[in-house]
């Protein structure tokens, strides 16, 4: 299984930018997700959402983030609105997923982009 994200980069507070993730080689697949890491925090979830499209947001991301998901697809996206300094991060796509050939889930990530918010 393999992810692969993309659309970071720089934004000035108040703006926005939009993470996308394509999932490949992958059966079936349970939730997606983004995480953020950074030196001071961690690894911290943001979003995620579920193959029904229950969606989960944290302090991090609840009234500014908006995570959608496209099942044909398996991509998943991350609207960032609103943004600030605090949002710089490496941002990782996550999925629970079965290897194409294997009946077992296991957790899989992306590389991770980064996101820089700045004046």
């Known amino acids: 299984v393999q992810l692969q994200a993309s659309g970071g980069g720089s934004a000035q507070p108040g703006g926005s930018l939009r993470l996308s993730c394509q999932v490949s080689d992958a059966g079936a697949i349970t939730v997606m997700g983004w995480y953020r890491q950074t030196p001071e925090k961690g690894r911290e979830l943001v979003a995620s959402v579920t193959a029904a499209n229950e969606k989960t947001y944290t302090h991090i991301s609840k009234g500014r983030f908006t995570i959608s998901r496209e099942n044909i697809g398996a991509r998943v996206h991350l609207q960032m609105n609103n943004l600030e300094s605090e949002d710089s991060a490496i941002y990782l796509c996550?999925?629970?997923?079965?290897?194409?050939?294997?009946?077992?889930?296991?957790?899989?990530w992306g590389q991770g982009t980064q996101v820089t918010v700045s004046s």
């Open positions: 996550m999925c629970r997923a079965q290897a194409t050939g294997s009946s077992q889930f296991a957790d899989y």
